[in-house]
């Protein structure tokens, strides 16, 4: 008796399980706002990982918390579908009070591979830098316009 491979079929490689941006907004929690739109929100995706090429990032809770008190500037990226909501509501306020741009993506598993992890991520830091200097500035620009919550 000798083991036979499975061979890979094309929806298991493309990761078979995506799902559309209509079923991401289903399980989004009600502090994400403003949120990012469908095309704001894979430019967020490509510009996060040209950041994290070049290591340009700050992922996680603890480690976005600590720079921003450090003065550290960049887009803040949050996922949309965390829970509990306790693990990060505070860091809009934070962002606000130091006006840097945030806005909320609907996935923590797409914000997470784009960062090049396997892992979930709730919450990213982009900082600038010349190598994608143009993405970055796009949605700078995208991010700074969004409306911000009352």
């Known amino acids: 008796m000798t083991k036979v491979k499975k061979e890979k079929t094309g929806e298991e490689e493309t990761g078979g399980t995506e799902k559309s941006y209509q079923e991401l907004l289903a399980n989004i929690n009600p502090i994400a706002n403003p949120l ?25 809770v603890k480690e976005v918390q600590k720079f921003i008190n450090k003065g550290e500037t960049g887009i803040v990226v949050f996922a949309g579908d965390t829970l509990p909501i306790e693990v990060y509501c505070h860091l809009p306020i934070m962002c606000e009070d130091r006006s840097l741009p945030y806005a909320y993506v609907p996935s923590k598993v797409d914000l997470g591979s784009s960062a090049g992890s396997k892992r979930p991520t709730c919450v990213i830091m982009i900082k600038p830098h010349d ?3 143009e993405a970055y500035d796009e949605c700078l620009e995208e991010v700074t316009s969004l409306p911000k919550p009352i």
Do not use: P
């Open 36 to 60: 990012a739109s469908r095309k704001l929100s894979k430019k967020l995706y490509k510009c996060v990982k040209k950041a994290a090429k070049v290591k340009q990032i700050r992922r996680g």
């Open 131 to 133: 190598e994608y200097k």
